[in-house]
């Protein structure tokens, strides 16, 4: 049976996506929940190459999606809209039985074959709560059911059809999420390393972050009573104490501990002179050295020049290249040494640079073909 004109209840829960028949590269995600039973309908936008399409007449359409635990649902779409260029899907519960991302196939058949399929995107979150689970089969339904079923369970208005137009309107901005997004992952993945670790992305991130110091801070300060002349001036200020407790006695310059079993302040032996670690002071002049040696720098498209360089390297081999770009990077001078971080991430505009090097408070890229694309890089500034 050929896709009929269709338009969900008005309390239906509408999330609005789109697919492209002949590009894999602009996904819109659409977000649930693991058992999700309020059955959602995707408003699915039509695109062939990145322009609106509609439905070839008499076409049917149904949505394929194969789950983790082997199981498969094959269930057809409720319907299109009266302009043929958007499909209405049913999410039913057991599309949600699992959690992850999924991709199911948008199928349409036509003239006896297959006309098209696209993929979707489910981000489908873990249910917290597992109690009255429910359990995998495969499905496949009637579109009369799957109607029945969405009017029976529809419950709150989310998008309408202004939420797909905004879809056909904005895809400028959902191209460039993906990038978008990357970059947001990458800046909080840096913030993180900076204040606890545990990223994985440079070295020694586990012994020079904000969390590791504030822990040295804390071994040395917690407990702390203070600094006194001698055991009798100690004992005057605190003739009680709590395990964790301790002192510094000017006379040994030891630290002292309280001794709870035995109710008496006990010299440790161990000196109380720090001279072998850094201050505070030093600690942050440390960090900021750091931070500062770590510089992204972004060489536009437009800011090469072509003509013929020569760039002569430390073993006094050189290179001959024929375009250059200028950017102005504050703490590089003619004698720093600059290398790109592997933080940087690779793109095309990234491959086609060959080399840089440093000037009066610029840092200089060569290439022997210009990017078209603007090239963003972070590099290790060392004097």
């Not at 979707?120 to 499905?139: A, C, F, H, K, Y």
């Not at 040696?293 to 060489?299: D, I, S, Y």
Request: net charge negative.
């Amino acid at each position: 049976m050929a896709a009929a004109n269709y338009s969900p209840p008005e309390t239906a829960l509408i999330k609005a996506t789109r697919a492209d028949f002949d590009r894999r590269d602009v996904v819109q995600p659409v977000h649930l929940v693991q058992y999700d039973d309020t059955l959602p309908v995707l408003a699915v936008a039509l695109y062939k190459g990145g322009q609106p399409w509609t439905l070839p007449t008499g076409a049917d359409v149904n949505l394929r999606m194969d789950k983790k635990d082997g199981h498969y649902v094959y269930n057809p779409a409720l319907g299109i809209s009266s302009d043929r260029a958007t499909v209405y899907l049913a999410v039913t519960a057991q599309m949600t039985t699992g959690y992850g991302t999924f991709a199911p196939v948008v199928e349409v058949l036509a003239g006896g074959g297959v006309a098209g399929m696209a993929a979707l995107r489910l981000d489908i979150d873990r249910n917290p709560v597992q109690d009255g689970m429910l359990e995998s089969t495969d499905e496949y339904k009637t579109v009369q059911v799957l109607a029945a079923e969405v009017a029976a369970n529809a419950k709150i208005v989310r998008d309408n059809e202004a939420g797909i137009q905004d879809v056909h309107e904005n895809i400028e901005a959902i191209k460039a999420a993906p990038a978008n997004a990357t970059a947001a992952v990458a800046s909080a993945k840096e913030a993180r390393s900076w204040a606890v670790g545990d990223t994985g992305t440079r070295p020694g991130e586990g012994m020079d972050n904000a969390k590791y110091y504030a822990a040295l801070a804390q071994q040395v300060s917690q407990g702390a009573v203070g600094w006194y002349q001698n055991y009798e001036a100690l004992y005057a200020a605190h003739d009680t104490g709590y395990d964790g407790n301790w002192a510094i006695v000017g006379d040994t310059d030891t630290i002292w501990v309280w001794d709870s079993d035995t109710g008496v302040w006990k010299d440790t032996g161990e000196s109380s002179r720090f001279a072998n670690y850094y201050d505070k002071t030093q600690i942050d002049a440390l960090l900021t050295a750091m931070k500062s040696a770590l510089k992204t720098v972004t060489v536009e498209s437009s800011a090469w020049t072509t003509g013929d360089y020569s760039v002569a390297w430390d073993d006094g081999s050189t290179s001959s290249y024929t375009a250059c770009a200028t950017v102005t990077v504050a703490g590089v001078t003619e004698d720093s040494h600059i290398a790109v971080s592997d933080r940087t991430r690779v793109t095309d505009a990234v491959r086609i640079v060959a080399a840089l090097e440093p000037g009066a408070g610029v840092a200089k890229f060569y290439a022997n073909s210009v990017p078209s694309a603007a090239a963003v890089f972070v590099v290790e500034v060392s004097q």
